[in-house]
């Protein structure tokens, strides 16, 4: 199947690529080398609600593991959260494009590694979230059926994890979503897709940009792959 370079018609209402990592420093010392190598294009920073939490509870938790305790922003609102074992670059909406979200996540990379606190990357994940004001079950490459009964026709939730290129794909559909714009709720469905890999021994940061771009056309692979041909057609795809 060949792959758009874009759509004029873009669903994506959230991105995040996140990577977690083992340090060599003290976790609590992390944000603040992180912020210092990025201040001159992250200015902006401010606490997470998790730090409101007393550090014991954060730390025996599993459900507060990689998590972020610190947002830093751009002035072009991208924004950066920090963790004592994660960073992950988040856009802005409207969805810029993929050629300057991923410039804008491999200078931050870059930045991290050259301060050296990173002794191995763990996971990669790159998610995407799209939103669509309509049943989108009607519009996809895929029937649900009890019995002789098809549904999406109500409201149907699907989870499954599919194995791709080397990368797990944590897919989640539904026509129950909700979304607030300009202070009004919205009815429609969503398309889910986290694309990870956990890394052991390999030196990813030799190998970073690859294997993050792999995992892009991995998440971009899936979710086009879903769409009928007519409905992809009427989102006005550019294939060069």
Known sequence: MEIPVRIDTC????????????????????????????????????????LQLPEQL???????????????????????????DMIALGSP???????????????????????GIIDQV???GIRYINFF???????VNLTINVKSDVLG????????????????????ISNDAKRIVDNQQIAGSIIDIDTFKI??????????????EKAHNTEKEIFFGLLKT???DSLKPTYS
């Open 11 to 50: 669903p994506i209402v959230d991105s995040v690529i996140e990577i977690r990592f083992n340090t060599n420093i003290f976790p609590n010392a992390v944000f603040g080398l992180i912020f210092n190598a990025l201040r001159n294009e992250y200015p902006h920073a401010e606490k997470l609600p998790i």
């Open 58 to 84: 954060r730390d025996v938790d599993p459900n507060f593991k990689h998590k972020a305790h610190y947002k830093i922003i751009s002035k072009d609102n991208f924004s950066v959260q920090i963790g004592p």
């Open 93 to 115: 909406i409207p969805y810029p494009g993929w050629d300057t979200l991923s410039g804008k996540l491999f200078y931050v990379i870059d930045e991290v590694f050259k301060i």
């Open 122 to 124: 763990t996971r990669l």
């Open 133 to 139: 004001d309509y049943n989108i079950y009607d519009k």
């Open 153 to 172: 026709a109500t409201n149907t939730t699907l989870r499954t994890e599919l194995e791709k290129a080397g990368f797990l794909n944590t897919l989640h």
């Open 199 to 212: 890394y052991n021994e390999t030196n990813f940061h030799s190998i970073y940009k690859e294997e993050i």
């Open 230 to 232: 007519e409905f992809l």
